[in-house]
């Protein structure tokens, strides 16, 4: 069910619960589209049981036809229209929004959603989450001033936070001052079962990728914060350094973005057009990955990235800049390889000694999909996820009874 907030109306209301349904979480996202945040929350709502929670997706901009990978028919999606800039109404709609779901959580999620966390205490929300999934921008570094003083200002209205990472989670106390003990850290899972090794040669490929010898896949939004002009740059270096590889290696950057104009004209200018291709966004990311033989993340920083699970899970070796999460997901020499930040060379070397050991992208591939079975399948992430909750709820419960 879709519901559409404007001028502080709510069209197709959310009916009210009855006394013995499941109780409400009301996740608030700042735009419901492609992304990785969007997909730790489908994964999440998709993975758990009917019968813990109910759901309703509460977006500060508005939503897309993303929502469609939901596999319930009773999430509620409200979308609040925010304009740019401050705008008093969004958060006077964002109280009347909660006054009539009455959830009994509210969980916001990174510094865009952030401020809705007082308006869910004004409705009386006693049970208040907030996660922090990545920086980019002005933020990257987690240490843009003015950010942080909201951050700090409206840490009272926060009961429990959560990092995606244990980098995230110690900025959140150290920089933050969140206590230690209401800063929880949870990774994001992947679906093991559809995103998995190939079976064989792998199925027909693109007339892009057709008679490579070795395929490096990248996939993501196409944003400053994941500098993909370092990946196109890598591969120009590999070219120059070695002709054959323009015959033997192809590029497929997945995803779509601000950068892509960016990213084309560095691709004319270094001559690839034969070599690299903007598959722009797709909906069969795991097919593709199925045809890759590498992956590449060369962001500037990171929380925890889901399509580097989702390579793994694939089978995958990864190659992969030391930033932010990513530390914790690839273990370097292992299932992959860690390179500086906006480094070509250094990310040209390691798509080499790929290209020129298959044993080496087996073993690191396979490594790759035994630790994503271990530590992050759903079924780990929803635990989790369902023993926060309980506990929360069982907290706030406890004092408000005290």
Known sequence: MTTSVIDGEIKARARLPEASEPPLIAHVLFHFGVGGLENGVVNLINGMPADAFRHAIVCVRGASDFRRRLNRDDVAIITLDKPEGVEVGSYLRAWRVLRRLRP???HTRNLAALEMQLPAALAGVTCRIHSEHGREGADMRGDYRTYNLIRKALR???HRYVGLSRDLQRWLIETIGVPRERVDQIYNGVD?????PRAGSPATLPPQLAGAELIIGAVGRLA???DHLTLIRAIE???ASDPSARRAVRLAIVGDGPCREDCMQTIRSAGLEDVVWLAGERSDVAELLQMMD???????NEGINNTVLEAMASGLPVVATRVGGNPELVTDDVTGVLVPPRDPAALANALQAYRSDASLRHRHGAAG????E???SIERMVQQYLSLYLGALHARRAVHHA
């Open 104 to 106: 009994a959580i509210v």
């Open 369 to 372: 999909r035994v630790r994503v």
């Open 192 to 196: 093991v079962d559809r995103f998995r």
């Open 294 to 300: 590498v992956f590449c993340l060369t962001s500037i």
């Open 224 to 226: 400053p914060v994941k």
């Open 374 to 376: 271990a530590d992050f």
């Open 156 to 158: 009272p209205a926060v």
């Open 237 to 239: 270096a590999m070219v």
